[in-house]
């Protein structure tokens, strides 16, 4: 594997800031927020100094009970060969169920979710993983995630889901010990047997990010300053093997690039510490173990499954019988509140026209209304909502979100068409009410 060194995750926010710091050996990009044609100048600078680049997608969902979208896979395998990266990274999770296979509304989560850790799933994993490989022009490696709640009746350790994954298919592993530390707050779960339960040679590299605690609950926020409790299990790991790569994530609320700086030293200190402690080199991987035939109704037992749980975390339906109803509540109210902070930033117009309303206005509307065509077209259904109940009370902002919402409905913006088409024209009388 590739050694990577020390990494930053790429945002916009602290692009320039990233590109005077000094020691960047490598930076972590979202695949899905850059376009393979129109790379940012500040990636193509990063580029030719040198820096790998690394394209991590959110959007596969690996976990889910489908099988891969060979839209995604294509447009994920274009931004690794625009980027010319020598991996790319994904998750071990699923964001959206129903559909066909369950017979039931498809629903988008808008976050990451944890799988199952049952045979089902890991064998459904399995197979989309190899679909995703041979897909994919360079290897993939995927990321364990942090989780609120816990599925009943699991099967499997962590450490056991992964070391089978890995051993079955190939595929690499991104360890992300800021979510081992996660799921030993929210899940009683034990790093340290996570650690030594993996296969060591699998790893591809190693993210560190900050969080915050409430309530007795553990938040990934990557918003926050990396914890003790984190760069501790990142010695513990480097203890055990050398990561060929760790990289910072910061995802809001960025600091001054100093305090980023300082974060990046933290991490680079965590490792230098478990360095000694390493007893001999990590063992040589095995091969790949034959996958076998995915057993029968294996997607349709996981399909139901994840299909009941997002409904009853995104359109209020009872909670499946064996979850914890007020993890549920917890993970429920997260996925809202990252709902309207994300449409806030896909639409920034809507806070501007709502001003302090807005959130309020959106989680009302988020409640028993579930995504299921991306932020964007949520964005859209939520003017929509607005206007059709005679709202914002104000004319003048009425006016101009029934302007912004015109513009932005149709196949292309209001302001290219020829004409309004005649079809929607009672409808957008009413709008104008």
């Known amino acids: 594997m590739e050694r990577l060194g020390t990494g930053i995750g790429w945002r916009p926010e602290i692009a320039d800031a990233v590109e005077r710091m000094p020691g960047i050996d490598w930076v972590e990009v979202v695949a899905e927020n850059v376009c393979p044609g129109h790379l940012p100048e500040s990636l193509l600078r990063l580029r030719e100094r040198g820096v790998t680049v690394v394209p991590h997608g959110v959007s596969l969902g690996l976990g889910g009970a489908d ?75 995927v990321e364990n995630i942090a989780a609120l709640f816990s ?39 034990d790093p340290a047997r996570a650690l030594a339960e993996l296969p060591l040679e699998a790893i591809a590299y190693v993210h560190v990010a900050g969080g915050f605690e409430r309530d007795g609950v553990w938040h990934d926020s990557h918003a926050h300053p990396v914890p003790r409790p984190v760069l501790g299990i990142l010695a513990d790991l480097a203890s055990r093997v050398t990561p060929p790569g760790v990289l910072l994530e910061r995802d809001e609320n960025f600091p001054e690039p100093a305090e980023l700086r300082r974060e990046l030293a933290a991490v680079r200190e965590a490792v230098e510490q478990g360095a000694p402690a390493r007893a001999a080199a990590p063992a040589e991987g095995s091969a790949p173990r034959a996958a076998g035939q995915e057993r029968p109704r294996a997607r349709q037992r996981l399909g139901l499954a994840q299909a009941a749980l997002l409904s009853a975390l995104v359109a209020g339906t009872p909670a499946p019988e064996g979850f914890d109803r007020v993890r549920l509540g917890v993970q429920a109210r997260a996925l809202t509140a990252k709902r309207a902070g994300v449409v806030a930033k896909v639409a920034p117009e809507l806070p501007e026209i709502l001003g302090d309303a807005y959130r309020p206005a959106f989680l009302a509307y988020a409640q028993g209304r579930p995504m299921t065509g991306g932020y964007r077209r949520d964005a859209l259904d939520f003017a929509e909502h607005l206007l059709l109940a005679g709202r914002p009370e104000q004319a003048g902002a009425r006016r101009e979100l029934r302007e912004w919402w015109l513009e932005r409905s149709g196949p292309a913006p209001r302001s290219r068409r020829p004409a309004v088409r005649l079809a929607r024209a009672a409808r957008r009388a009413l709008l104008r009410r």
Not at 72 to 87: C, D, F, I, T, V
Not at 105 to 125: F, I, Q, W
């Open 67 to 141: 099988r891969p979208d060979a839209d995604r896979l294509a447009a994920l395998a274009e931004r690794a060969e625009a980027l010319g990266s020598p991996l790319v990274t994904e998750h071990i999770a699923f964001v959206r169920a129903g559909g066909p296979l369950t017979a039931s509304p498809r629903l988008e989560a808008g976050h990451l979710l944890p799988v199952p850790r049952t045979r089902d799933a890991l064998d459904v994993l399995c197979q989309n993983i190899r679909v995703a490989q041979d897909a994919l022009p360079v290897p993939l490696a």
């Open 151 to 189: 599925w009943p009746d699991e099967e499997l350790t962590e450490g056991q889901f992964l070391y089978e994954l890995a051993d079955r298919t190939g595929v690499r592993l991104l360890i992300d010990v800021a979510n081992l530390h996660t799921n030993h707050v929210n899940r009683g779960e």
